[in-house]
């Protein structure tokens, strides 16, 4: 039981984010969905292959989140059917100016 490191410390599964939850409650983070359907969903969103499902632990931030699929403020609850979309810049940025533009439409 006493074994934990820590009970409070993830790490964004996406690669290119890096965002790190410790002790601090700027960015929400977000298990995968049971349902299997839109988890796969995730999946692919992420490019994630299934199998990491295998590991403990996954989760994603807040940061993947357009602010309309948060059911409040404090952007802490998902609508049951959100989809993360916004990824930050991998090698080839052009998917990602596009979500930009209509993350900035948004706001
Ligand atoms: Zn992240």
């Avoid at 409650?25 to 199998?51: M, T």
């Avoid at 295998?54 to 940061?63: A, Y």
């Avoid at 916004?86 to 990602?96: A, T």
Wanted: proline letters at 6%; hydrophobic letters at 35%.
């Amino acid at each position: 039981m006493s074994s934990r490191k820590s009970g409070y410390s993830f790490k964004c599964i996406v690669k290119s984010c890096g965002e790190l939850k410790i002790q601090k409650e700027s960015v929400s983070f977000f298990s995968f969905p049971k349902d299997p359907a839109r988890c796969k969903i995730w999946l692919e969103q992420c490019q994630l292959p299934a199998d990491i499902l295998s590991q403990k632990n996954i989760k994603l931030c807040g940061k993947h989140f357009e602010k309309n699929m948060f059911l409040n403020f404090l952007e802490n609850r998902l609508k049951p059917d959100a989809i993360p979309t916004l990824f930050p810049d991998e090698r080839d940025g052009c998917e990602v100016s596009h979500i930009k533009n209509i993350f900035e439409v948004i706001i």
